[in-house]
């Protein structure tokens, strides 16, 4: 950094986020203190903050209630103000004591002995110290580094910085935009008759052009990577119609329209010679494992191998049961491979995905380890794929490689340079770095504004219906204190012969007094039930054990399943026709739509009950009403984005994904509309300027966008 900064001060910056100049001028204001003018005392209105001046005519510490330094300040009306300081030292006692005058900084309140401000940011008055002539920014910062250290490394900044404006003069007219470089150093600088609200809400124009330079930072971002994708190259999977005929013919169901449009698209992008990157949206039960599997048979009519990873063992294994009944039959046995085999049945599954005697590799984050080889692999299907972080997408796909690596980005990411011999020709070229093709999925609908935001450099297909037969979920909020009409519901249904979930709450995170509750709930149903079958799923069971009991609940040798949040995905049993989420406050909205998914199944009536304990936190009400009036995933997944922003719904601590800091994709999504628009244009019409914006905006980003 070239601004001179202690090393003690910049690990602090650091902490912030602050590493370059640039960073420093984008270290906006949480807030300003308005010390342009002086208010009288008789004035003051108590709880909105205000600047007085004049002289101390009283000072003493006071050690009732508590030990605190009391003073009066007299201005020229006459008028007495208390200031209160329960922590001082000496140096604020002699610029406090008695004949000094002095600005105090604060907001106003009825005290014991009349008016006053308790901890106001006091400084020394006079003629010779005149008043601010702008807002006085308030910024985020951390231990150890006060407000003016931080506040005169942004002025440094702001004076060092050459801040050229990187939109096309003609662009910034037509958006109505003010400058870059004005709109910077206003929100840094207010002046004293500025809109505050519109500053503090952040509607202000300099607000505007910051906001929309991050969105357009972003989207030009995934246009870049979108067409460096193009450019890359993949084994042609052209569409043999043996493996994939074969299977659509021996399943007991048709594909929904639906089904077969996105099939259609992800058939397509395999046979391009370019690594498909397709998002697989569909919402709980509406069909995507089977467009997965043709996916796979399509790789491995082509002779490569197929990999498909799920997040949770109990998702990886209901895919590789069902997987395996589906292929059987057309001669292809898949290999399962988790963390929890036995060290000779991972080596032997490791065995045959490196010889290539297995076509598909079934898992979860076993499957990229540095033990594990494929021989051919040709196709990566990731399963709830937020759930992944980047560097587990990246290693997966690096095994299809042919050198084990991806092809660096071009030197010019805005105009790339083609690669010979892409347009066509044999499935593996020689001297060319060749790509697995990737699908991902998703049951997690992803709002309107969220995907042209973080997805926008995927192909994004969606299954937007229902196989026919699902009967519609009726939910029912119930109060914890009618818990035995609770239990009764669950008899009646299990004594009618159909099937029941009884899900126990996540706990502070805690997987151990999460399998806890389980037990304990389990141990408290079988007291209450003991003419029903009841079993017990958990994350701490083997796999033998976990696969066991779901074959035995889905046979219907169960009637009742105790289960943690491991059955959130994936669970297929018709007959379940009852669940009980207890705890319901406790969970978010997608677990609860996701775990409200697993009923609804077959043919009869299903139900839903969401126990809930009072008193309900303000949120804890919000997501149970949007669940309760709501059975449509796209439309809760929206109101979840408002509830909650995108970070949670991207998965984003464990994804990389950078995270807009000014930009609030539930009140922007104009200016989003406008960015997308423009990234094309700059891109097509202004390279030179994209490229710019780019550096400015993403020079500090890790290589996300190569997942």
Known sequence: MPLKIPPATQSKLTKLGIRTPFDLVLHLPLRYEDETKITRIADLVPGESAQVEGEIIHSEVMYRPRRSLVCQLQDVSGDILYLRFLNFYPSQQKQLAVGKKIRAL????MGFFGDEMVHPKCRVAGESVPLKQALTPVYPTTAGLPQPTLSKYIHAALNELALDD??????????????????????????PNIDENALLERAHPAWMRIKFDELLAQQLSMRVHYRERSLRVAPKLSAHNQLTDGLLKDLPFALTNAQKKVWQEISHDLARPHPMQRLLQGDVGSGKTVVAALAALQAIENGYQAAFMAPTEILAEQHFLKLRDWLEPLG??????????????????????ASGDTQLAIGTHALFQNSVEF?????????EQHKFGVQQRLALRGKG??????RPAPSNPVRPEPVEGTNGGPNERSGVTQEPHQLMMSATPIPRTLAM???????VSVIDELPPGRTPIVTKLVSDARREEVFERVRAACLEGRQAYWVCPLIDESEALQLQTALETHATLTQIFPELRIGLAHGKLSSAEKAETMAAFKAGELQLLVATTVIEVGVDVPNASLMVIDHAERMGLAQLHQLRGRVGRGAAESMCVLLFQQPLSELARARLKII??????????????RLRGPGELLGARQSGVPMLRFADLGEDDKLLDKARDIADEMLRDFPQEAQAHLQRWMANEPDYLRT
């Open 453 to 459: 935001s973080y997805y926008a450099d995927l192909d």
């Open 401 to 406: 490689t042919t050198s084990n690596s991806v």
């Open 628 to 641: 309760y009036e709501n059975t449509d995933g796209f439309e809760i997944a929206q109101q979840d984005l």
């Open 106 to 109: 604060g907001e106003p309140r």
């Open 332 to 353: 292809i046995t898949p290999v399962w491979l988790s963390g929890s085999l036995k060290k000779k049945d991972k080596t032997a599954a490791a065995e045959r995905i």
């Open 375 to 383: 021989k051919k692999l040709g196709l990566v299907i990731v399963d």
């Open 166 to 191: 990187t939109l096309p003069e003609a662009l910034k007219k037509r958006l109505h935009l003010p400058d870059f470089d004005a709109s910077v150093k206003l929100l840094h600088q207010p002046p």
